[in-house]
């Protein structure tokens, strides 16, 4: 199965002022970036002072949770360079 490169990267959300929402840290939610699993205690809430677009992780390597940090650069490098070894051993 190929990886979705779109995985590894943030994801965009127009989040509430006022409101408080739980970014899925294990990602196994089917509503990523945020948790929908109310049996699950890894989510990490994430209060919204205004209404505002807020960058989410969704590569999980975030040092700064549940915000992006540029984790998914690294991640995103290893995987096309394993694709480009994986290329040059196919025969044409």
Same mark, same amino acid.
């Given at each position: 199965m190929?990886?979705?490169l779109s995985n590894y990267l943030p994801m965009a959300v127009e989040v509430e002022g006022g409101k408080t929402y739980r970014w899925c840290s294990c990602g196994k939610?089917?509503?990523? $970036? /945020?948790c929908d699993r109310a049996d699950c205690n890894l989510g990490v809430e994430y209060y919204?002072?205004?209404t505002d677009v807020v960058y989410f992780c969704a590569c999980k390597q975030t040092k700064d $949770? $549940?915000?992006c940090d540029g984790s998914h650069a690294k991640l995103l /490098?290893?995987? /096309?360079n394993e694709r480009k070894k994986q290329d040059k051993r196919s025969p044409t």
């Open positions: 190929e990886d979705d939610s089917q509503t990523q $970036p /945020l919204a002072s205004y $949770p $549940p915000f /490098l290893k995987l /096309l």
